[in-house]
T-cell receptor, first 116, second 114 residues
Framework: DAGITQSPRYKITETGRQVTLMCHQTWSHSYMFWYRQDLGHGLRLIYYSAAADITDKGEVPDGYVVSRSKTENFPLTLESATRSQTSVYFC???????????????FGPGTRLTVL | QKEVEQNSGPLSVPEGAIASLNCTYSDRGSQSFFWYRQYSGKSPELIMSIYSNGDKEDGRFTAQLNKASQYVSLLIRDSQPSDSATYLCAARHPNAGNNRKLIWGLGTSLAVNP
């Protein structure tokens, strides 16, 4: 049982190129999230999804696009990569449950992206 | 602006001591709180979650929540060098609706010295 996986783990690209980061979870969690983590800024939410075909913006969505056609997959696309998008990207998931649940988020291993 | 504040550290403790990590939050409506551990170059890993006032224990870890004072703490007993990591505090506000978003602190770096 892989849990939540991300690919690629490392990516180097050039300014202006399109890049897609993949996230796959095997828990059938309803919620999925994309974060970026940078020194001095901590974890910042890019986009999240409550279910297939339901997505919404987070704190720093500009320059990113997401889709979620299947519950288990939540790809993140940088349409035209910029140097400021050099970062570590984490995908996370959380199950949909009642108000009494803690609604913990579980993280994938991350993708380290460098934009030259 | 909802915020979660942590001392960035580094917090340095000797092996076998108790490490105390603190977190304060600004939104009195926050109800669920989470502690994550993040080793350098790795992803955050959930350690504890708490939403009731008081203490919650799990092995060497104890989470403490005081809603009146708006702080959450994590105690690590018998600290080991393997506990050396950055500890992230996060809070969820109930009025976040069904989006399950968390508000994250910047983390406290802990170093346990042999």
């Amino acid at each position: 049982d892989a849990g939540i996986t991300q690919s690629p783990r490392y990516k180097i690209t050039e300014t202006g190129r399109q890049v897609t980061l993949m996230c796959h979870q095997t828990w059938s969690h309803s919620y999925m999230f994309w974060y970026r983590q940078d020194l001095g800024h901590g974890l910042r939410l890019i986009y999240y999804s409550a279910a297939a075909d339901i997505t919404d913006k987070g704190e720093v969505p500009d320059g990113y696009v997401v889709s979620r056609s299947k519950t288990e997959n939540f790809p993140l696309t940088l349409e035209s990569a910029t140097r400021s998008q050099t970062s570590v990207y984490f995908c996370a998931s959380s199950e949909a449950s009642g108000a009494s649940s803690y609604n913990e988020q579980f993280f994938g291993p991350g993708t380290r992206l460098t934009v030259l | 602006q909802k915020e979660v504040e942590q001392n960035s550290g580094p917090l340095s403790v000797p092996e076998g001591a108790i490490a105390s990590l603190n977190c304060t939050y600004s939104d009195r409506g926050s109800q669920s709180f989470f502690w994550y551990r993040q080793y350098s170059g790795k992803s955050p890993e959930l350690i504890m979650s708490i939403y009731s006032n008081g203490d919650k224990e799990d092995g060497r870890f104890t989470a403490q929540l005081n809603k009146a004072s708006q702080y959450v703490s994590l105690l690590i007993r018998d600290s080991q060098p393997s506990d050396s990591a950055t500890y992230l505090c996060a809070a969820r506000h109930p009025n976040a609706g069904n989006n399950r978003k968390l508000i994250w602190g910047l983390g406290t770096s802990l170093a346990v010295n042999p």
